[in-house]
């Protein structure tokens, strides 16, 4: 990038100059929200002032600002933080560590830096060891996504209306949580702070499982003799069942080997739970049978009501 494209930019949009890293789904849905902006009346005005962004994979970037999430491109990550006010990580997880070792040599000061990625303990704690001013780093993992990967399937509104976690530490700067804040705010999407380990445990439970029994059915319905029938016959209990099997396969497997610990425990715990159901269908027990299924049913109503209470307008 040139002086001249730093100089020439505005400082009115209330998040500066954003440099996003990995321009994937997750970060190109960032950079088309950050430049398309909010409403105020009859315009709208763009929440970052520039976004700069990077990508390791040939072409992506260039895609990137073909569609619009991209005022300029650098040519690494670390050219990519310079000047910034914001740095956005929406790489791969297991990419997310060695960039961020690669940008901390290169930040300012008084930079915030987050990130987007599904597991948030490991990034934490180096965060804590490689950057000169740790206190500059919250975690953030929002809650949104697509089967479709990439580039292409990047939306400005991706983020509208989900949930995004926040692991801050007892070190964070205030000022640094209240923008990263600011900026979920800023997304329509809503802040939700917890303890990093605490949030992939949570997320071990809540996303990685399913996507790893959605996995196993199809895996094993696929491999049926009678599959060829059963997917004429198959329809919106499997296709809900097995939705997030069509995710991308390197993607999921960097998230469930970084988050291997939490999701084991959550693997055991569903083991022990088919067991229990396979042994009440193995002795014909239908109160028991009943049971489970009732307790299953009020445990998603309730959920499903909270679900509902906060979308109401």
């Not at 802040?191 to 990685?208: F, I, K, Y």
């Not at 159901?277 to 049913?297: F, H, K, M, P, T």
Request: charged share 20%; with cysteine; proline share 5%.
């Amino acid at each position: 990038m040139r002086d001249a494209d730093i100089m020439g930019t505005t400082s009115e949009a209330p998040f500066g100059r954003v440099a996003i890293i990995g321009l994937g789904l997750m970060g190109g849905s960032l950079g088309l929200a950050l430049r398309a902006g909010q409403s105020a009346g009859q315009s709208a005005f763009p929440l970052a002032s520039t976004v700069v962004g990077y990508d390791a994979a040939p072409g992506v970037a260039e895609r990137a600002q073909q569609r619009g999430a991209l005022d300029f491109i650098a040519a690494s990550a670390a050219e990519a933080v310079h000047a910034a006010d914001l740095v956005v990580i929406a790489t791969p997880t297991q990419a997310a560590e060695p960039t961020l070792r690669a940008i901390a040599a290169h930040l300012a000061p008084d930079v915030v830096v987050t990130d987007l990625c599904s597991v948030k303990a490991p990034l934490v704690a180096l965060a804590g060891q490689a950057l000169e001013h740790p206190q500059r780093f919250v975690g953030g993992h929002p809650m949104a996504g697509l089967e479709r990967v990439g580039i292409e399937a990047a939306t400005a509104d991706l983020y509208r209306g989900a949930r995004w976690a926040l692991t801050p530490t007892p070190q964070t700067a205030p000022d640094a949580l209240q923008q990263v804040r600011a900026l979920v705010t800023a997304l329509d999407a809503e802040p939700l702070e917890l303890d990093a380990e605490a949030h992939d445990a949570a997320v071990a439970g809540v996303s990685h499982l399913p996507m790893l029994l959605a996995v196993a059915l199809t895996e094993t319905l696929a491999e049926s003799d009678d599959w060829p029938t059963m997917a004429l016959l198959a329809a919106g209990g499997y296709r809900d069942t097995t939705r997030v099997a069509a995710g991308d396969p390197v993607m999921w497997r960097d998230i469930a080997l970084a988050n291997r610990a939490a999701l084991l425990t959550r693997l055991d715990a569903f083991i022990a739970t088919l067991a229990r159901l396979r042994a009440s269908i193995a002795r014909g027990d239908a109160v028991e049978i009943e049971a489970a299924l009732r307790a299953a049913q009020a445990a998603r109503l309730a959920w499903q009501a909270t679900q509902q209470s906060r979308q109401a307008p």
